[in-house]
């Protein structure tokens, strides 16, 4: 597979991906919003940091280094031992489940059996999720690897739709049943997400007539089941050791992406109710990083990891690759800078009004809006740390990945540090205030790789971190423009009111710019470089163009 074919099925996956979960998260935003006007902060808290802390580890420690050794390298491989390999985190997660289970009933505070009722079984069922959920692995990493498009999203969606509706129906029919709602609900969607996978591979391989069943390197259902053959080791050595890479790797990086969660839980320096105020407002701003960076980071890095071969200077590799590899990556940098300094710019002074209209008074008064605030300058950081480590960890090394080990080792420990320093002198925006500093550490060593990287070649994808001068100074005036309208105009008023204020014109023009940055990322995605434009727009491969057109 060529890497112009690759990098065509890589931007239907980010781009369909984008537009399907679009349509599904607003559907599961107003259901959670619903839910949010019958709990109170406790049990938000409860429920969203600590439970989905228990889960969220064991499913990331079993699965996520699996997932990106298997993926890495290209098609040749013997699928029967990579299957072999990921039916391991099956027993992996059984053990951290119990393990942290134990934890967390044994060690840290009990909440309150009166105002958050039947903790234990909530931290049972959570952990079991975490399992059920692993089973599932195989066909997940099996329809990354052959990029099928909208499998995963649907599957992700349908799953998290059907868990707020159940979560909505309890809460109603049943509010005191407390934590079993959330238990029970969460169970569910991992049923659910697991059965989406093993209906959709039952349906295909039993369709001899599919053009993708013809693709894949299995005929049946069994063949993704574990098998022992004498003519064969049981897993391949070098995926499982370039699994024990990852894994040293993604114990740190589960520190740093759940760093404010273990600080809480552990440290006990804000109580159930402020943890759940914060906890609603990080899922709230991070919703774009979810709706959009993840997507495209996951696609991505599916393509780098294709088109490079990993731990090969960029003098060795081959040079056509190089060149769609650097554009993509200074398109993609470009496209995260743009679409993160709107977010920040209108995203501060709307931040109140956001959480006044999705959770009403519990939120929008009191730290909520000083959080979103914040959060709006972490959402641009993310976006640049997105596209620069999906590329970084698809070109390292295997002994470049255990390098960077002791760099996250470092950044673990000073983020938990600082985490509790802030949290002591600024309240629950500390957190945010020492992930902006750790995401800026992570995204200054993933700079210096791709510089380090490039250094010998033509290319240089970090010019997609400049932007012109127009530019810049317009975000700089809508910012201000903004800023003076929070404060002038009332802090109630209606789209109508708004839509006919002539600040509203002033307010649009970044986004007119932001488009059309936006159009030039696109199509030079799709023409790749000018350099490249003849042999791009050659009708052999203007199926590239046609996708990008579609989506």
């Known amino acids: 597979m060529g890497s ?6 890589a931007a239907r996956l980010a781009s369909s991906g984008l537009l399907l979960q679009v349509l599904f998260r607003l559907i599961t935003f107003v259901l959670n919003a619903f839910i949010l006007r019958f709990l109170s902060k406790e049990i938000v808290g409860i429920v969203n940091v600590r439970l989905t802390l228990l889960y969220s580890t064991t499913v990331f420690l079993a699965r996520e280094a699996f997932r990106r050794a298997c993926l890495s390298g290209g098609a040749q491989r013997d699928w029967n031992q990579t299957f072999n390999l990921l039916w391991l985190t099956v027993p992996l997660g059984m053990f951290w489940s119990l393990l942290l289970g134990w934890v967390w009933l044994q060690l840290l505070e009990v909440p309150d059996p009166n105002a958050v009722p039947h903790y234990g079984s909530g931290v049972v069922l959570f952990g079991l999720s975490a399992v059920v959920e692993l089973l599932g692995e195989p066909f997940w990493v099996l329809a990354q690897a052959q990029m099928f498009v909208k499998l995963k999203v649907i599957a992700e969606s349908l799953s998290v739709i059907f868990k707020s509706v159940l979560t909505a129906f309890l809460v109603l029919w049943s509010p005191h049943w407390g934590l079993y709602i959330f238990s029970l609900a969460q169970l569910f969607y991992t049923a659910v997400l697991v059965l989406c996978y093993v209906i959709y591979f039952t349906k295909l391989l039993g369709s001899s007539e599919s053009t993708k069943q013809q693709t894949l390197p299995v005929s049946r259902m069994t063949d ?27 114990f740190l ?31 709230l701003g991070s919703l774009v990083a979810r709706l959009i960076f993840q997507p495209i980071e996951e696609s991505f890095y599916i393509f780098f990891a294709k088109v490079l071969e990993r731990g090969k200077d960029a003098t060795l590799q081959k040079q056509e690759d190089m060149a769609v590899a650097a554009t993509v990556l200074e398109s993609l940098l470009k ?13 501060f002074a ?9 959770g009403g008074v519990m939120l929008s008064s009191g730290s909520g809006p000083v959080l979103l ?15 620069t480590e999906c590329f970084t960890f698809a070109a390292m090394s295997k002994e470049e990945v255990d390098r960077y080990n002791f760099t996250m080792l470092a950044l673990s420990s000073s983020f938990l540090v600082l985490s509790y320093l802030l949290t002591q002198w600024c309240g629950s925006v500390g957190f945010i205030l020492a992930n902006c500093f750790n995401m800026g550490i992570r995204i200054t060593q993933s700079l210096c790789f791709i510089h380090h990287y490039y250094r010998k070649s033509p290319h240089r994808p970090l010019a997609g ?15 201000g423009i903004t800023g003076i309208s929070e404060v002038r105009l009332p802090a109630a008023f209606t789209l109508h009111d708004f839509a006919s204020c002539p600040l509203s014109l002033t307010l649009g023009s970044p986004f007119l710019l932001f488009l059309n940055q936006l159009g030039k990322c696109r199509e030079t995605l799709v023409c790749e470089h000018n350099s490249f434009q003849k042999h791009a727009c050659n009708p052999k491969h203007s199926y590239i163009k046609a996708n990008f057109r579609n989506h």
Do not use: H
Not at 350 to 358: E, G, K, M, N, R
């Open 4 to 9: 112009r074919e690759v990098l065509g099925q």
């Open 224 to 250: 993704m089941l574990p098998s022992i053959t004498r003519s064969r080791a049981f897993v391949n050595w070098k995926e499982a050791k370039l699994t024990w890479s990852f894994f040293k790797q993604s």
């Open 253 to 283: 990086k589960q520190i740093l992406t759940e760093g404010e969660r273990y600080v809480m839980t552990f440290l006990n320096v804000l109580n159930f109710g402020d943890q759940g105020v914060y906890d609603i407002v990080n899922n």
């Open 335 to 347: 496209l995260a800078l743009l679409a993160g300094l709107t977010i920040t710019v209108f995203g």
């Open 350 to 358: 709307y931040s109140q009004l956001a959480l006044d209209i999705y």
């Open 373 to 387: 605030r914040s959060y709006c300058l972490y959402v641009l950081l993310l976006a640049i740390n997105g596209v």
């Open 465 to 479: 971190l400049c932007l012109s001068p127009a530019l810049l100074g317009a975000f700089a005036l809508s910012g």
